[in-house]
């Protein structure tokens, strides 16, 4: 079972395999919402979205390779599994270097995909989990005043006390003061937790 958040969307032409698949995820306990082209489902897609896409490769008109690209232009982390045919193949690792999650080629085994779903509903979960902790310490970056966002980018970039309270002309105490908040707010407790934060929102 996923989490109840997660979304398989099925996104093929062949009216055959969307049904195909639906019944597979479903008996699976998967959420299923299936689109017949790229363009219907670029319509109803929303940033929030949550789950992995499963991606026909050909398609008329928006083949999956263009919305992959399109995807990826908007942001969007979705990971994606594309279904390949074998003249395909090459394409396919091509995606997998742009960024795609995995390719599956036809024909497939049912547990051969329900192994690449799960692996990909997985990465879709430490994605929200990096989101989640990115948007938290934004909102503490927030929080602080702006003389402690200098002092704060100055120990990251490896400035000792004397040369901050030098460059910021104010004093050793003030400094040492101001460090002591940042760390505090920020939810650290040493210099290297400090480092490792700020540069994960870079």
Known sequence: MSDPSQTIY???????????LTWLLEGEGYRVVCFDSAEHFLLARRDEMRGCLVLDVRMPEMSG??????????????????????GDVPMAVN?????ACD??????????LLSRIRRALELDCELAAQRERSHALSH???????????????????KLNKQIADELAISMKTVEA??????????????AELVKAVMSLS
């Open 65 to 86: 390779l263009e919305l992959h690209e399109k995807l990826d232009s908007l942001g969007s982390q979705l990971p994606i599994i594309f279904v390949t045919g074998h």
């Open 10 to 20: 099925v996104v093929d032409d062949d009216e055959a395999m969307r049904d195909s």
């Open 140 to 158: 503490r970056i927030e929080q602080l005043t702006q003389r402690e966002r200098e002092v704060m980018q100055l120990v990251v970039a490896g």
């Open 178 to 191: 101001h460090r002591a908040r940042v760390m505090e707010k920020m939810g650290v407790r040493t210099l």
């Open 95 to 99: 995606a997998l270097q742009r960024g």
């Open 103 to 112: 390719f599956i080629e036809k024909p497939f085994s049912d547990e051969d």
